[in-house]
């Protein structure tokens, strides 16, 4: 049977963001297949390794800012390759959010908030804030929903706009403003920063800075490498949200969309099986490696036509194609 959406009226929940099951949707209308025990072992193995993909290109692209030359050509690689990298250390953000990276709570939180760290993002606001998404999923009081449910009138100019205005900035201050915004509607309190957190990010930042500039020599470089992260970081996240939940002509409705896992998507847009999106939102506690097989083995039968797509790129396509 196809998984069905379901609307929903505005809804209050007091949600515990320490339980893998603070995540589940309150929104699914159809009983979901009963998980077997094997697909709820987790390999630390797995975790490291993960942690070490996704992670290290950051780390690696910092030292080699501060060996580039100071050209305006290096300039404008480097903010690339910054927004690149720095984007894929949220999979590691978010899988450690779900307490389903590593077997023990502890670990996820510190290579969670070690993560968080060197992006600037506090790990318990992140994971407060995607558990409101997980519940609230293409409702008013998804975080997300601004970045995946556009006015249902858009045009295709309307809609590449849209995809590309992170690429000027226009994304970065309701993105820092999330939490302000959730608070209010789902009344729920957002954790904030603790000093100790900030002075551990000022301690790491401040070194990041000293190598990309070499020591405040090329500041410009501090430019390349913020600015990448707050425009070509947030375009790609776009481009995959809304490719995992946009749905053309239709209204807030728990929607998520599975893609076949492709080198393209791989490299810029996803990792850690990010593409199985339909069924990591129906079993958000298992760790990602089980996902491609949850897809064979327990999920394909909910699959609509429009929740398995081919490439996010396809997807976004097919989306404009269907504009006026």
Same mark, same amino acid.
């Given at each position: 049977?196809?998984?069905q959406?379901?609307?929903?009226?505005?809804?209050?929940?007091?949600?515990?963001?320490?339980?893998?099951?603070?995540?589940?949707?309150? @929104?699914?209308?159809?009983?979901?297949?009963r998980?077997?025990?094997?697909?709820?072992?987790?390999?630390?193995?797995?975790?490291?390794?993960?942690?070490?993909?996704?992670?290290?290109?950051?780390?690696?692209?910092?030292?080699?800012?501060?060996?580039?030359?100071?050209?305006?050509?290096?300039?404008?690689?480097?903010?690339?390759v910054?927004?690149?990298?720095?984007?894929?250390?949220?999979?590691?953000?978010?899988?450690?959010?779900?307490?389903?990276?590593?077997?023990?709570?502890?670990t996820?939180?510190?290579?969670?908030?070690?993560?968080?760290?060197?992006?600037?993002?506090?790990?318990?606001?992140?994971?407060?804030i995607?558990?409101?998404?997980?519940?609230?999923?293409?409702?008013?009081e998804?975080?997300?929903?601004?970045?995946?449910l556009?006015?249902?009138?858009?045009t295709?100019?309307?809609f590449?706009?849209?995809?590309? *205005?992170?690429?000027?900035?226009?994304? %970065?201050?309701?993105?820092?403003?999330?939490?302000?915004?959730?608070?209010?509607?789902?009344?729920?309190?957002?954790?904030?920063p603790?000093?100790?957190?900030?002075?551990? %990010?000022?301690?790491?930042?401040?070194?990041?800075?000293?190598?990309?500039?070499?020591?405040?020599?090329?500041p410009?470089?501090?430019?390349?490498?913020?600015?990448?992260?707050?425009?070509?970081?947030?375009?790609?996240?776009?481009?995959?949200?809304?490719?995992?939940?946009? @749905?053309?002509?239709?209204?807030?409705?728990?929607?998520?969309?599975?893609?076949?896992?492709?080198?393209?998507?791989?490299?810029?847009?996803?990792?850690?099986?990010?593409?199985?999106?339909? *069924?990591?939102? %129906?079993?958000?506690?298992?760790?990602?490696?089980?996902?491609? *097989?949850?897809?064979?083995?327990?999920?394909?039968?909910?699959?609509?036509?429009?929740?398995?797509?081919?490439?996010?790129?396809?997807?976004?396509?097919?989306?404009?194609?269907?504009?006026?």
């Open positions: 049977m196809p998984l959406s379901v609307k929903r009226g505005e809804c209050v929940l007091e949600l515990n963001f320490n339980s893998p099951e603070g995540a589940e949707s309150i @929104q699914s209308s159809t009983k979901i297949p998980l077997p025990a094997r697909f709820r072992v987790k390999s630390d193995k797995y975790g490291y390794y993960l942690t070490a993909k996704t992670s290290l290109p950051f780390v690696v692209t910092i030292f080699l800012i501060g060996l580039m030359p100071n050209k305006p050509i290096m300039w404008f690689l480097a903010a690339l910054s927004g690149w990298s720095a984007y894929r250390i949220q999979f590691v953000m978010h899988d450690t959010c779900h307490m389903s990276l590593f077997n023990k709570k502890r996820n939180d510190l290579v969670g908030t070690g993560a968080g760290l060197l992006i600037g993002n506090y790990f318990p606001r992140y994971r407060a995607h558990f409101l998404h997980h519940k609230y999923n293409g409702l008013v998804d975080p997300q929903l601004p970045d995946y556009a006015d249902n009138k858009m295709r100019k309307d590449l706009v849209f995809i590309f *205005e992170p690429l000027w900035g226009k994304r %970065l201050i309701p993105y820092l403003k999330r939490d302000l915004l959730e608070a209010d509607i789902v009344k729920t309190k957002i954790p904030r603790t000093k100790l957190w900030y002075f551990l %990010l000022l301690l790491l930042q401040s070194s990041i800075i000293l190598v990309i500039t070499n020591t405040l020599t090329e410009i470089f501090l430019i390349s490498l913020y600015g990448g992260m707050a425009t070509f970081s947030l375009f790609l996240s776009r481009l995959r949200t809304l490719a995992e939940h946009q @749905q053309v002509n239709s209204t807030y409705s728990d929607f998520s969309r599975t893609h076949k896992r492709n080198w393209f998507d791989t490299l810029m847009l996803q990792d850690a099986n990010f593409c199985y999106h339909l *069924e990591h939102h %129906l079993y958000p506690s298992v760790q990602s490696r089980h996902l491609p *097989e949850l897809l064979s083995e327990l999920t394909n039968d909910l699959h609509t036509a429009d929740s398995n797509g081919s490439t996010m790129i396809n997807t976004l396509v097919s989306s404009y194609r269907k504009l006026p």
